[in-house]
């Protein structure tokens, strides 16, 4: 059972990220679904590809026979998943004019997260909103 657990959240941490709102990180949803369901995924949804739409899809058919406290929970934490997601996607869009500005010989996706945390002005209050949605702060 530990070890669903364990590649379940590695592959819910790897998840590529996207929403503006107030999001759940990757640890905490991943941990919320391990305590909750991990004894109705062993069940249910045994030899399931552990990436999350698949798991999704599986726990939503057993829906039935799932514990009260994993049907509360998995749509609570595949829906945060969905928003960090979206958050970190839109990062990108709303830090356009910051990143031309501040981080302009840096075009790689790995370096301009790091270039707009590590500025210390000229960063709209928009593109701070958008990289603490993401996480990234």
């Given at each position: 059972m530990s070890r669903?657990?364990?590649?379940?959240?590695?592959?819910?941490?790897a998840v590529p990220a996207?929403?503006?709102?107030?999001?759940?990180?990757?640890?905490?949803?991943?941990?919320?679904?391990?305590a909750s369901c991990g004894k109705?995924?062993?069940?249910?949804?045994?030899?399931?590809?552990?990436?999350p739409v698949r798991m999704k899809d599986c726990m939503a058919r057993?829906?039935?026979?799932?514990?009260?406290?994993?049907?509360?929970?998995?749509?609570?934490?595949?829906?945060?998943?969905?928003?960090r997601v979206k958050a970190r996607a839109?990062?990108?869009?709303?830090?356009?004019?910051e990143t031309a500005k501040l981080c302009g010989?840096?075009?790689?996706?790995?370096?301009?997260?790091p270039c707009l945390l590590i500025a210390t002005s000229g960063v709209s209050a928009r593109c701070n909103q958008a990289i603490s949605a993401a996480g990234y702060r």
């Amino acid at each position: 059972m530990s070890r669903i657990r364990a590649i379940f959240l590695v592959l819910l941490i790897a998840v590529p990220a996207r929403a503006l709102a107030e999001t759940m990180n990757f640890e905490d949803a991943a941990a919320m679904l391990g305590a909750s369901c991990g004894k109705d995924i062993d069940e249910n949804c045994r030899g399931v590809n552990l990436d999350p739409v698949r798991m999704k899809d599986c726990m939503a058919r057993n829906r039935d026979s799932m514990t009260p406290k994993c049907q509360e929970d998995y749509l609570r934490a595949f829906n945060a998943i969905l928003q960090r997601v979206k958050a970190r996607a839109a990062v990108a869009k709303m830090c356009e004019r910051e990143t031309a500005k501040l981080c302009g010989a840096q075009k790689e996706d790995g370096k301009l997260i790091p270039c707009l945390l590590i500025a210390t002005s000229g960063v709209s209050a928009r593109c701070n909103q958008a990289i603490s949605a993401a996480g990234y702060r």
